[in-house]
């Protein structure tokens, strides 16, 4: 770092000083928005220790049209750390089902007599046993509030008989948390949470907002007796988790929400130019760069699903998020060429329908070689139809056997002649697809034929095609995709060895091809946290390398 980053006038009361430790500085660092500072020179005074602090891939900026945004403070490669921080808080998803509020696994625990509910013993809420009772995220928060107040959870309307009921009282966990932390780290609220978006006039308008009011802000308020916190500043706390948190998984592999304050500083993009990891054991997110970024360039995120069409993630992000996406991907109508939303016309032979203004939801869809048109609604009700199908049928697992396979099948087939081959909705099929070829009973791996084992490889590479323009570089899903592309080559081309189609150096050429694919499966996929899937996977394609790179050099 050449010369140190200006330093910034924050809102609101600030930190201690970094320099002299006095209260309520006014000053910020603008490289790493981390470090307060009275004055310039206690900054300068500062400036060796805290050089090692700022002097870090990124830098958070502000402007009034974005608030806080980050970019790179220098080229960055592919694959390289970004940062890597603790969630503020962890808790339960709005609209829960029972669940535990120390390891969010299904409440009551399965095992148990149909009678037994086990609750924590000073509060009278859910939980899985005193392990869980004993957990800070239950017992340094909600519990204390829960047991002073005297309010129980309501196991009558949670459980009615073998029914197990969604449960609103849950609902005001994670805003409480969220707002018991902010006394718990004053300086980390200040500085990194309090200023995040909140939407409230935006949600006010909503139906969600009225619900918050009466499950979260007037049940804490008067039914918890905590008056500490305001209205305004409850509906701001559930504003921040509705807009800013992420989902993770439990040690257990069960769902729920975390707040990444720096990574939620980042803008959206649909085909963005970084990742994350969230480590299942301690929901320590990991945020890297899958492509080359040069320096000065704006690192974005994603907030959404790729594998949508347009239409779907612009809708998903208005609601979610309360934003209308205008990135370069959904600005155009051929999806930056992928045709990931494009229907085909039957009124002609190889007509693409495409809507004039991908932006609009309203605008007119025209054919690009007749003059068929049709109205987005229209459009919009044909995807609500094939996505409720192709909804139902990603339910289907290995467990089902070889109709998890042949139901996808048939979906595609059904609609190839409404949907372009690399629409959105296939692509989703066909990585599933992909992940079942070689695993469904019927149809393990050793027993494919050439012609199922090439049908697999066709569904490789038709999803990097598009994933070189929507997921390019080191994305987990670019890994999964190479790491499942290497096995049928390799099987392919020892069979074609076999019957005499190709000679032995045709065949180490095609082994070199593999290696090199599995290689860079090997590579993305280890980046990944220690305990998930991905890493795992990785971890088996290292091996798998190094003994296919050895016979190679031995065929």
């Known amino acids: 770092m050449s010369s140190p980053p200006e330093l910034v006038v924050a809102e609101g009361s600030g930190g201690p000083c970094a320099s002299c430790g006095a209260a309520n500085c006014k000053f910020k660092c603008s490289g790493c928005f981390k470090a307060w500072y009275c004055s310039e020179d206690h900054r300068a005074g500062d400036y060796d220790n805290h050089k090692k602090l700022c002097d870090k891939p990124y830098k958070i900026l502000k402007n009034e049209e974005f608030g806080r945004y980050v970019v790179a403070n220098r080229d960055l490669e592919p694959g390289e750390e970004l940062w890597s921080e603790t969630a503020f808080v962890v ?26 509910r086990p609750l924590c013993s000073k509060c009278g809420w859910p939980v899985c046993g005193q392990d869980c009772e004993l957990l800070p995220c239950h017992k340094d928060y909600e519990c204390q509030v829960f047991a002073a107040s005297g309010e129980k959870f309501n196991v009558i309307a949670a459980i009615d008989g073998d029914t197990v009921n969604a449960s609103p009282q849950l609902d005001c966990v994670s805003p409480l948390r969220l707002l018991i932390a902010s006394e718990k780290d004053p300086i980390r609220w200040m500085t990194e949470v309090k200023d995040m978006e909140a939407h409230n006039l935006k949600r006010s308008q909503q139906l969600e907002w009225k619900r918050s009011q009466v499950n979260i802000v007037e049940y804490l308020r008067s039914r918890c007796k905590l008056d500490r916190f305001s209205e305004d500043e409850l509906h701001t706390a ?38 994350h990891s969230i480590s299942p054991d301690n929901y320590r997110i990991c945020v890297r760069t899958t492509t080359k970024v040069q320096r000065g360039s704006e690192l974005y995120g994603s907030y959404t699903h790729s594998l949508l069409p347009t239409i779907l993630r612009r809708e998903q992000l208005r609601e979610s998020k309360y934003f209308d996406c205008a990135c370069r991907r959904c600005s155009d109508p051929t999806e930056l060429g992928t045709h990931m939303s494009s229907l085909k016309c039957n009124k002609c032979d190889n007509g693409v329908i495409l809507s004039l203004d991908s932006l609009d939801p309203e605008s007119t869809w025209k054919c690009t070689h007749c003059p068929f048109t049709t109205g987005g609604q229209a459009i919009r009700r044909v995807l609500s139809i094939i996505q409720a199908e192709v909804d139902d049928v990603e339910q289907a697992t290995c467990n089902d056997g070889g109709t998890a396979i042949e139901a996808r099948e048939s979906l595609i087939k059904k609609y190839r002649s409404v949907l372009h081959p690399q629409h959105a909705f296939n692509i989703s099929l066909m990585y599933s697809l992909n992940q079942l070829y070689g695993r469904c009973e019927g149809y393990e791996f050793d027993d ?9 490889v066709d569904i490789c590479r038709s999803l990097l095609r598009a994933l070189d323009v929507i997921e390019p570089g080191y994305s987990r899903f670019r890994g999964m995709t190479l790491y499942e592309l290497h096995a049928p080559l390799l099987v392919l081309a020892k069979n074609l060895f076999h019957t005499g189609t190709i000679d032995e150096a045709s065949l180490k050429s095609k082994m070199i091809e593999a290696a090199e694919i599995l290689k860079e499966a090997a590579r993305i996929l280890m980046l990944e946290y220690p305990n998930t899937v991905e890493r795992q996977i990785g971890e088996v394609a290292v091996q798998s390398l190094g003994e296919l790179e050895a016979s190679i050099k031995n065929t």
């Open 91 to 116: 808790g339960p998803k709005a609209f829960s089902y029972p669940l535990c509020l120390g390891c969010y696994s299904p409440w009551p625990p399965t095992g148990l007599e149909s009678t037994e």
């Open 238 to 275: 559930c504003g921040i988790l509705e807009i800013n948190s992420h989902e993770v998984r439990s040690p257990s592999g069960y769902s729920a929400k975390a707040l990444y304050p720096i990574t939620a500083m980042m803008n959206h993009s649909c085909v963005s130019n970084t990742t």
């Open 448 to 456: 494919l034929p050439d012609v199922v084992l090439e049908h697999k």
